[in-house]
């Protein structure tokens, strides 16, 4: 499904009404967008009912490595086709799909996605982009090559708050920012040892395809599927490529930054199974209109969430917001961004400051602010559909999501470098320090 030939209107002056998008090969004047769901469970579940709620989309296909998750969204779907593999899903009816929704595992996405792009299909996928940073870049260059419409699962990037913060950001509230401090209080490590033994794999699971193509490993339960992955460095992407890609959304697309120069992880030594528990992460990024020359980001992680330095210490002693950011400008003022749907707050002179909404939004394009997440939410998905139909673009799509993810994923294999500066080259897409290089991509397993 591409971008270039969305011509809704000849299919009017065709008098043709609800044909599927491949109904012409270049898909002029698509009426309805036929979807396939990869990974229904949990998040998948969210985004199948998200996606369906546009009034366009048809559900196709589902699939499901578990069954037990196929069945509850079949049965929401029933006239759907269902799967277990996604590779026979494409074999058997990729001719019936135009749009695909990829909420597995961290390490299906790369994948998933590749495998429905190469049957040109517009790709939803939910973030991090990818396990792997070659992966990342090898979706966006698959993207671009074929103008594919893509959008990355950050639904909270069109939400009211974080528009408002980068209209006031490049407004120049505080002027150009120096340092930017993120943090979850979240904790998405392990610092346990690798389990031992197997437990008997769940009926209604195929552990093969859960696998799929990372290496080979007995089933253990709770400590994988479903969710527990994301502790894991096979699988998932620790707290940082989990609310990280949330969190470092909006301050990452407020300031233009590009891939970082430098990343440091202050964080337990590596043991090759579980992410660690806590993370301090330091980035250096070449500078942008909107920051100083020297600017630097830090990312906390963990439970106990940051020390609170003079940098995050709140007007009136209150605690810190369990996860979100703070933007620090030049001169000391700052601006707090709550993670999540809360008013971003001006700090200047040790006081919360009051400012004018409207001189920051001079062409009235934030609308009103709905805070109600059944609302919002909706708007990311449906961006997407609409861009399936030629209306628009996404604002999350993989030219943008590549690079976020990049910036993530870095500061992930820093982790197994406790301590370690690492110079990073955009250009090469790699480290000077050879023995991180060995992280930027996987080995991929037949299966
Ligand atoms: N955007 C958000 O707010 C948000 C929130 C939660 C999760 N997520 C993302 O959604 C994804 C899924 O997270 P989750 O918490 O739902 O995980 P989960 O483990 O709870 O669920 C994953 C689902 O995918 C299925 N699955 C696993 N491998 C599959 C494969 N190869 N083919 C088909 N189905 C497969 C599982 O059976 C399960 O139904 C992750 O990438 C996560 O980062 C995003």
Redesign the pocket.
């Known amino acids: 499904m591409k971008k270039r030939d969305f011509l809704k209107t000849s299919s009017l002056a065709l008098g043709a009404a609800m044909l599927p998008l491949s109904f012409w090969s270049c898909n002029k004047g698509a009426q309805v967008v036929r979807t396939a769901h ?7 579940f ?2 199948l009912k998200a996606i369906a709620s546009h009034p366009k989309v048809v559900v196709t296909a589902l ?4 069954q037990h ?1 196929l069945k509850t969204a079949h049965a929401l779907f029933p006239e759907a086709q269902i799967f ?3 590779r026979r899903m494409f074999e058997t009816m990729a001719d019936q799909i135009d749009a695909v929704v990829v ?4 390490h ?2 790369a994948p ?1 996605s590749l495998l429905a792009m190469e049957h040109d299909k517009a790709v939803y996928c ?3 982009l990818s396990h792997y940073v070659s992966e990342s870049r090898e979706m966006r260059s698959v993207a671009r090559k074929k103008g594919l419409v893509t959008q990355m ?4 990037h069109s939400f009211y708050d974080y528009k408002l913060a980068t209209m006031l950001v490049q407004g120049g509230i505080i002027g150009k920012v120096r340092k930017v401090i993120a943090w979850s209080n979240k904790n998405w490590g392990y610092d346990g040892p690798v389990p031992e033994g197997a437990d008997p794999v769940p009926a209604s ?1 195929d552990w093969n ?2 696998l ?1 193509t990372s290496q080979e490993r007995p089933y253990k339960e709770g400590y994988y ?3 527990n ?2 502790k894991l460095m096979d699988y ?1 992407c620790a707290t940082l ?2 609310m990280g890609v ?1 969190i470092f959304d909006t301050p990452y697309a407020a300031l233009e930054l590009d891939v970082p120069n430098t990343i440091t992880n202050h964080c337990r030594p590596t043991n090759g199974y579980g992410y660690p528990e806590r993370n301090s992460v330091h980035y250096t990024f070449e500078g942008t209109p909107y920051t100083t020359a020297d600017f630097e980001w830090w990312w906390f992680d963990g439970e106990a969430g940051p020390k609170i330095s003079d940098e995050l210490r709140l007007p009136t002693g209150e605690a810190l917001p369990e996860q979100g950011a703070m933007f620090i400008g030049e001169d000391g003022r700052r601006l707090l961004l709550p993670h999540f749907m809360q008013l971003p707050k001006l700090i200047v002179e040790g006081a919360y400051t009051d400012y004018d909404i409207k001189a920051y939004d001079t062409e009235e394009t934030l609308g009103e602010a709905i805070r109600d997440y059944a609302r919002e939410s909706p708007k990311h998905y449906h961006e997407f559909i609409e861009s399936c139909l030629g209306n628009g673009n996404c604002s999350a799509d993989f030219d943008y999501a590549a690079r976020l993810t990049e910036t993530i994923l870095l500061g992930v294999i820093a982790g197994r470098f406790p301590g370690q500066v690492l110079h990073y080259d955009k250009a090469s897409s790699a480290f000077t320090a050879q023995e991180a290089n060995a992280f930027l991509q996987g080995n991929h397993r037949s299966f």
């Not at 990869?38 to 998948?44: A, H």
């Not at 699939?63 to 578990?66: F, G, I, M």
């Open positions: 990869i990974g229904v469970g949990n998040m998948g969210e985004d699939c499901d490595v578990d998750y277990q593999d996604y909420s597995t595992p961290d299906t996405h998933a939910q973030k991090p699962g950050i639904q909270v699971l395809l859960w799929g599927h479903p969710g992955w994301r998932g490529g989990d949330h």
